[in-house]
């Protein structure tokens, strides 16, 4: 499977763990920005970027999305999947 299908499928694993929350959700397809998920919620917006469990999240990456969120009034997390068990380590960056 190509790195670019693993991580199609950790987003959509992602989404459907928020949906279960009762976030509204949508993927930023094929993006090359900071953001895979935007989450809305009771009037809260959530900026997910999701990560394998070995993937590495630069300085500069964590910046733009902590810049974007705070431009957007918005909640950021990175979202790292977890090795030997099921769902994700959520780490808050905003």
Not at 72 to 84: D, K, L, M, N, T
Request: with cysteine; glycine share 8%; net charge positive.
């Amino acid at each position: 499977m190509s790195a670019y299908r693993r991580g199609r499928a950790l987003e959509y694993r992602a989404i459907e763990a928020l949906r279960k929350e009762g976030w509204l959700c949508i993927r930023s397809a094929a993006s090359h920005s900071p953001i895979d998920i935007v989450a809305g919620k009771d009037g809260r917006v959530l900026f997910v970027q999701v990560k394998g469990p070995r993937s590495k999240m630069p300085r500069s990456e964590l910046d733009e999305l902590r810049a974007w969120a705070e431009k957007f009034g918005a909640s950021a997390e990175v979202w790292r999947r977890r090795r030997a068990k099921r769902g994700f380590q959520r780490l808050k960056v905003s």
